[in-house]
């Protein structure tokens, strides 16, 4: 039924049909049949699958990472269709409109997408009372409830910040969104913000973490933090990831963000791979898992790595599961197999 559907939205520009597409969910999700319809579609409550990490109660270890729910609007609808826990952002202190359109690209013969967004959100601010009021009405409909979805905030710089002042945007998005999320992931591996890979540098890297995690400590509850790291970097900026991930006891490491590169694509997508950005979907998925691989080999298992990049199936998942992944994150996987991923990857992983 998806891949008729599918074959229709892909007719038309893709954040046309992102936005048609989640103002649709959450108009079924404005009801209370209709969320109890969907969750029953597409929820797998199996009592095996929830994994407690970090101190976090993860119903199942499926998510879906940032990009797709920047600004923290579709979290009921999200939840409704099964995600163990949802990244939002990236959110940066002032609100931009990211990078001009057209901007995110289709490569259905690579099963992929190019995007290069921007880090378009409204604004830290918007973002947090968006979350505060998800927070109270959870927790008003479910005291206590163990089995909620996670939420973790991704959060980067505004484009007109320079890199030596970065670590202020961190602090403020940090200090914003600390009260309602889970955990928080660092992004600095995003190749469509000028100058923002420059920060994955050893030193750049050590004084925003540092800075964070003292600002962490002195709150009544710390939340974790993550770096999500970009799959181009080279062994010896993998090594300087490692040792100083291991250095400053890093809660934990995302693997991977998208690839500048264009490397293994059909003919068929020759055309639209000219497009600049980042590349996502499977034609990343083996280096993401190289990636994972050579960090997990490097730290000896000391930091724990949320696996993200060219998950589409339960073995996909198993695969990187396998190579020491904790949990793992979908995005492109979830525009081209559907609203039943989770679901799907779930009863591979529990049969």
């Known amino acids: ?26 108009l079924i999700c404005s ?3 209709g969320r109890k319809l969907l969750a029953a579609l ?44 949802v990244e939002i952002g990236t959110v940066t202190p002032l609100g931009q409109p990211g990078n001009d359109k057209p901007r995110v690209f289709r490569l259905p013969k690579d099963q992929a997408l190019i995007n290069r967004m921007g880090f378009n959100n409204e604004g830290v601010k918007a973002v947090a009372a968006r979350l505060k009021k998800w927070k109270e009405r959870r927790e008003a409909e479910s005291p206590g409830n163990r089995s909620r979805m996670i939420i973790g905030g991704n959060i980067g710089k505004n ?33 469509n913000t000028p100058g923002l890979r420059a920060l994955q540098e050893k030193e750049s890297l050590r004084k925003i973490l540092v800075h964070l995690q003292g600002l962490n400590n002195a709150k009544k509850t710390a939340r974790p933090v993550f770096l999500k ?19 400053i006891k890093l809660d934990g490491l995302v693997a991977t963000n998208t690839t500048i590169s264009r490397e293994g694509l059909s003919r068929e997508s020759e055309s639209v791979s000219r497009e600049t950005g980042g590349l996502s979907g499977k034609p990343l998925q083996q280096r993401s898992t190289g990636v994972l691989k050579y960090l997990v080999n490097k730290t000896k298992g000391q930091v724990p790595v949320i696996a993200s990049g060219g998950i589409f199936t339960g073995a996909d998942a198993r695969e990187k599961m396998e190579a020491g992944a904790r949990l793992v994150q979908v995005w492109t996987g979830f525009i081209y197999v559907g609203p039943g991923i989770v679901k799907k990857i779930t009863r591979t992983l529990h049969p």
């Open 229 to 247: 790291i970009a799959p181009d970097l080279t062994n010896e900026q993998l090594d300087d990831v490692a040792a100083l991930a291991v250095e």
């Open 159 to 191: 484009k007109v910040t320079p890199n030596e002042e970065a670590w202020k945007d961190y602090e403020t998005c940090f200090n914003e969104l600390h009260p309602y999320v889970d955990y928080f992931v660092v992004n600095v591996s995003s190749p």
């Open 31 to 33: 009801t209370l049949p």
């Open 42 to 85: 597409f929820t797998n409550k199996d009592p095996q699958l929830i994994t407690t990490f970090l101190g976090l109660p993860f119903r199942n270890p499926v998510g879906l990472a940032a990009g797709f729910d920047k600004n923290a609007e579709y979290l009921r609808e999200l939840e409704c269709l099964g995600f163990g826990f």
């Open 1 to 26: 039924m998806y891949q008729i559907l599918r074959t229709i939205l892909f007719y038309f520009s893709p954040e046309s049909v992102h936005h048609f597409s989640m103002k649709m969910l959450k």
